[in-house]
């Protein structure tokens, strides 16, 4: 990498157990076995406050898994391709993985990628454990495409867009999202939930409140927010700000 080019600096705040922004210029390369010839980058854990793990994942023709990722009894997974094209293998079936695919695997299933083609592949991958609702199947695999699914507007607001990536089911503990909000397009109020959050910026910039500080935000940046912290954003620039985003979801707390 050489010498830096200026005063070493950085955008990254991070707050332990609250909320934390990683933009990508800090990130270093995590050796995580079983994925072999990638960049991973583990952006949220356990470590941070959160109660699932994030990766980014970069990886260049022919590299990916060499065995299934999170088949852990309770654990669920999930991968999403940002850019590039890519192959998943789901249970012995082999989806196709061009720029916006995605699939959920099962708790107990567990999931594994490779890049089937020239362009780097740059990919988000997720797991967490899987809370199962007395009297309810466990879900399924789900696979699919954002640019399948048409934006709805979020809280009846003209220049706030929203699509669902999982069913809205309560089989489901966890679902995805992507936000995207026009130039100028907010929240409708300062969100304050138990749900956290761990959203990957997709493009554009925004300014973001996590608890009581304004952040600017832009594309390729992750940012975590823990349960409780106060949330908003507006969209700022000439582009749409977009991100995707976890969401804890149809479970009671647990004592």
């Known amino acids: 990498m050489g010498y830096p080019s200026d005063v070493l600096s950085t955008r990254a705040v991070i707050k332990h157990g609250n909320y934390a922004v990683v933009p990508p210029t800090g990130l270093v390369n995590n050796v995580v076995p079983g994925i072999e010839g990638c960049r991973v980058s583990i952006v949220a854990s356990p470590k941070m406050g959160a109660s699932f793990v994030q990766y980014v994942i970069e990886a260049p023709k022919g590299a990916g898994t060499t065995k299934v990722f999170g088949n852990q009894e309770n654990i669920e997974t999930f991968i999403y391709v940002v850019s590039g094209h890519g192959s998943f293998t789901v249970a012995g079936k082999e989806y196709d993985a061009p720029q916006g695919a995605y699939i959920y695997a099962p708790a107990g299933v567990g999931l ?144």
């Open 112 to 255: 594994e990628f490779h890049n089937t083609h020239d362009e780097t592949m740059k990919a988000l991958l997720y797991k967490q454990v899987f809370i199962p609702l007395e009297g309810v199947k466990k879900p399924d695999v789900y696979f699919g495409n954002v640019n399948d699914i048409p934006y709805r507007e979020y809280d009846n607001m003209a220049n706030v867009f929203v699509k669902d990536l999982l069913p809205v089911d309560v089989a489901f503990d966890m679902n995805m999202h992507i936000l995207s909000f026009a130039p100028g397009g907010c929240h409708p109020f300062v969100e304050t939930h138990v749900q956290e959050h761990g959203a990957y910026i997709l493009e554009g910039e925004g300014c973001y409140l996590l608890d009581d500080n304004w952040s600017m935000i832009k594309a390729e940046d992750f940012v975590w927010f823990g349960p409780y912290v106060a949330q908003a954003a507006y969209g700022v620039g000439r582009t749409n700000f977009t991100y995707i985003y976890s969401k804890d979801c149809h479970r009671d707390v647990i004592l």
